[in-house]
């Protein structure tokens, strides 16, 4: 059965009554009480015969900043006010910034003087011509250069508010778009990068992260979160895809004879992973079937829209209503809202997970399909030029099937490459300057934007994550796969606590000068790696990280005891 075919049966069978009494209400509950009714009851919470507006139950006053911008106006609705903008080139101001995001367009002063557009690629993949409409829009309107990721997406700099509207119709053009990758909304869905293709995955989840995708966009109440929300869909196969670092990751699993359930695949679902809170995502009880995935996704948002907080933004994410209620009345809630059943089974009943290959995608791999393989490519801190974005398009399109994958390792693969035509492909990407080649250190070096485009960030994380990775390629003779991640605050978007060595940008005094540092911790990983980097060197000027972390590397490849990782030591 081909892909396409699969996410027909998948958006068929949601659609077949998986959901119980959810109502497709407006963005805003105005007029409710705490209890979420419409009231006049002199005796309600609600007080006297006032009818007390609140936002799912919090009263207006209450609301934050971002929430008091959402409850004025929805972002989807700023539409007018940007063409309107773009006719004058003006950047939008006040609550407008807040509600651009809703578009996927970020303001981003002072750190650069011009939008960021940042899109949406389900499930982390592109077709060719899709490709090509990026690198046009980085080329025409914005910086020329695009970035991809830690959430397997691009995002596009420079681009000026006059070329505001051209670059989302752009977008829609090419068969993209994108809502809802900024501000409280459901961010890029993710999937294993190699599903489809990996000989070792359970099952090719491709077809629920767009499915997933597509009944966000088709649903406009849940454009209005509590917050930010992370979802990702992993395969069970050899390569990751961070799924235990997202408000909720779908994990496929096999259950064997024997059980309760009938023998097959399956899904875990865990939950409230959040990183940058040092918190992993956990298991939550249930199995799945893959097409209940999506309709307990849906319903999962909706409690966590109704209950949220909306007082304080540190306290808005799912981990905190989960905190605050425990997962077994969550996901009580959750039930409430579906037609079927959930099911509960024993996560040790399941087959545990098929190992991660670290790296695993970088180089050239036979794919399940006879005759076909997948060709992983190092990109730089996810740095690309039109031409280099353009050029991969081609490619992907002369040899393969005009597909290309997006990692969360800020990668790129291009699948199904016959192998009579290697060669020739490799050739051609070689010419181009790409590497595929194993490189222990550059392969899982990792950078958030930085202080290059980011107002947040004390660091350059880029710039320096290149020059630190070239000095530890000179000087470290390492043979094990590592992962460094540098973030450039503590809002970890490079997810500095699960690398083995992860760097937090932090400005450092030397000789009673600020210069651009880093507190260095170690020790972390995901999935069956799972670990939260430990503080080992607190802020640490830029200039001593390159020669500190060489001796670092340097006593770990000498006092290793055989071939323990470097996670292990
Ligand atoms: Fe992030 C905010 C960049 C993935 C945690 N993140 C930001 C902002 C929008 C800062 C801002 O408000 O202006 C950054 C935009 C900088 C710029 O102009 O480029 C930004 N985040 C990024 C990206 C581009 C980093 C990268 O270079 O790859 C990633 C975009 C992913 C995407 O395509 O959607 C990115 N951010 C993440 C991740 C990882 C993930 O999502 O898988 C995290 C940690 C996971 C999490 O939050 O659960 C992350 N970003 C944050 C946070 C902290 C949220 C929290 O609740 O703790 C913020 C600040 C906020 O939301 O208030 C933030
Ligand atoms: Fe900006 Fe901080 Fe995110 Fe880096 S980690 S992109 S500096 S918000």
Known sequence: MSSNQEFSTVQKQ????????????????????????????????????????????????????????????NGLDVWDKMLDNAAKNKFPEGGDVFRYKFHGLFFVTPAQESMMLRCRIPGCVLRSEQMIGLAEIAEDWGGGYAHITTRGNFQIREIMPKYSVDVLVKMREVGLTAQGSGADNVRNITASPTSGFDALELTDVLPLAKAMHHYILNNRDLYDLPRKFNIAFDNGGAISVCADTNDIAFYAVRVGEGQDVEPGVYFRVQLCG??????????????????????????????????????????????????KWGVEKYLEEVGKKLAFELRYFAL???????????????????QKQAGLNY??????????????????????????????????????????????????????????????????????LVACTGSAGCKFAASATKAQSLLLGEHLRSTVNLDQPINIHLTGCPNSCAQHYVGDIGLQGV?????????????????????????????????VPFADVPPLLERVLKTYMQSRVEDESFLEF
């Open 274 to 323: 959040i990183t940058g809170h040092k918190q992993f995502a956990t298991d939550c009880g249930l199995l799945l079937k893959a097409n209940e995935c999506v309709a307990v996704a849906a319903a999962m948002l909706r409690v966590f829209q109704e209950h949220g907080d909306r007082t304080n933004r540190k306290k808005a994410r799912l981990k905190y209503l989960v905190d």
């Open 375 to 444: 060709v992983g490519i190092t990109v730089p801190v996810g740095h690309m030029t039109p031409d280099q974005m353009k050029g991969t398009a081609r490619l992907a399109a002369k040899y393969g099937k005009g597909e290309i994958r997006l990692t969360v390792w800020q990668n790129l693969i291009i699948p199904h490459i016959p192998t009579e035509s290697l060669d020739a492909f490799t050739e051609e990407l070689r010419a181009m300057g790409f590497d595929y080649t194993h490189d222990p250190i550059t392969n899982g």
């Open 507 to 539: 400005k450092v005094k030397v000789d009673g000068e600020s210069v651009e540092g880093y507190h260095i911790v170690l020790g972390g990983g995901v999935d069956n790696e799972q670990g939260i980097g430990q503080e080992v060197f607190p802020s």
């Open 348 to 366: 040790q009943s399941c087959e545990p997970r098929h190992p991660i290959t670290r790296h695993g995608y970088i180089g050239v791999y036979p």
């Open 14 to 73: 949601y659609l077949q009554g998986f959901f119980a009494g959810v109502s497709q209400r407006g963005q805003f509950f105005v007029g409710q009480t705490a209890n979420g009714q419409y009231t006049n009851d002199p005796n309600s919470s609600a007080g006297g015969n006032m009818i007390e507006e609140t936002v799912h139950g919090t009263p207006i006053d209450d609301l934050c900043k971002e929430e008091k911008i959402k409850y004025e106006q």
